[in-house]
């Protein structure tokens, strides 16, 4: 499958404060994945769940992200992992109408 834009969205489910989360080294891991352009954190209100929005340069590094790193990741904490799959080009043009930084 080609393309232009992958995005990607994890979830784990593991009640850790943000906070207590050590991300200078997860962050050093993640540099190390191959075709992650970009990503945001994001943390679960209420919840403490933990995850993040990322971008690829194609589906087949996405999915390998997934399968791997954020599955390690998952089973490391004793979490759920949740991961949903986007084909960015369908939401290019409301993207770019909203200023996405991921459309220039």
Do not use: C, I
Request: aromatic share 12%; proline share 2%.
């Amino acid at each position: 499958m080609n393309l232009s834009k992958v995005f990607l969205y994890a979830e784990v489910q593991v009640s850790v404060p943000f906070s207590q989360l050590d991300w200078h080294s997860v962050n050093a891991e993640m540099k190390k994945e191959k075709g992650l352009l970009r990503k945001t954190w994001l943390s679960g209100v209420n919840t403490n769940t933990v995850g993040g929005f990322y971008e690829f340069d194609s589906v087949e590094n996405a999915r390998a992200y997934a399968e791997g790193f954020l599955a390690q990741t998952a089973k490391h904490v004793g979490g759920s992992l949740t991961v949903k799959l986007f084909d960015g080009d369908v939401v290019a043009q409301a993207s770019r109408d909203m200023k996405s930084p991921h459309y220039s």
